[in-house]
């Protein structure tokens, strides 16, 4: 497991997410690569929706941890699912409110508990892990399930960008997990690892930025299509894909 160091004091964090290139903030296509970004979006957040009720065919509440604007709460929302979401920023927590979805501003402000709880790409910012899984494993219902959603630093494009992997994100990413890592941590604190799923998307989409951070021209966009397709390839005997899902019981 990797940490970011040195890392910005706890209350300087929210600073580092104030940019207007912070899309999944912002929702704004205000350039071709967040364009991009809100694209591919749209075709994953039914991804994983359907997900959602393929872990809890029931629906019922749902917790989704790091909402920032809500377009997954609200796409679960209109699918029957009762929807909840803690957002610490507040330009995008106030997007989500008025898209209808009850948001909060710390975890610790919420008393129900959920029968689905989902950190898509928000375990990595987490200043305090255990103290922050210990309060999911108490929303958690008795059968409830957690979904997590991080980089993986073990990738194909993670070692061939290095120093330039988009996915490391520092200072705002303050841990890298692999998956080793991601299960022995989740397991100190009593979640069982049911299964790992790929984000075959996300390789490309990493890519691009990656490139982007190198300083390429045009052709990164031909060059990002090609390392993220080969990062799947690879990804496909050794399952070390870009971003991994991780659903874990109680």
């Not at 979640?191 to 990164?220: A, C, N, T, W």
Request: proline letters at 4%; charged letters at 20%.
């Amino acid at each position: 497991m990797l940490a970011t160091s040195p890392r910005p004091k706890d209350e300087e964090l929210s600073r580092y997410y104030e940019s207007t290139d912070y899309v999944s903030h912002t929702a704004k296509g205000n350039s071709l690569v967040n364009s991009i970004y809100l694209i591919a979006r749209s075709f994953t957040l039914k991804g994983k929706r359907k997900l959602a009720q393929k872990l809890v065919p029931q629906k019922g509440n749902l917790l989704d941890i790091g909402c920032g604007t809500g377009d997954f709460l609200q796409s679960c929302l209109n699918d029957n699912w009762q929807c909840t979401g803690v957002e610490p920023g507040t330009q995008p927590r106030e997007l989500a409110d008025a898209k209808g979805i009850r948001t909060f501003e710390r975890l610790d402000q919420i008393k129900e508990k959920y029968q689905l709880i989902t950190m898509w790409h928000v375990l990595e910012h987490v200043p305090n892990l255990n103290e922050t899984l210990s309060s999911i494993y108490n929303l958690l219902d008795q059968s409830g399930t957690l979904l997590i959603a991080v980089p993986n630093h073990l990738s194909y494009d993670a070692r061939l960008y290095k120093k330039y992997w988009a996915g490391y994100d520092v200072p705002r990413h303050l841990w890298h997990f692999n998956q080793q890592t991601m299960e022995r941590i989740l397991r100190n604190n009593n979640f069982e690892l049911k299964q790992i799923l790929p984000m075959k998307l996300d390789s490309f989409y990493v890519s691009l930025l990656s490139e982007g951070y190198k300083g390429m021209g045009i052709i990164r966009y031909i060059k990002a299509l090609a390392i993220g397709l080969f990062s799947n390839l690879f990804a496909k005997n050794n399952k070390q894909y870009s971003s991994l899902i991780y659903i874990f019981k109680k």
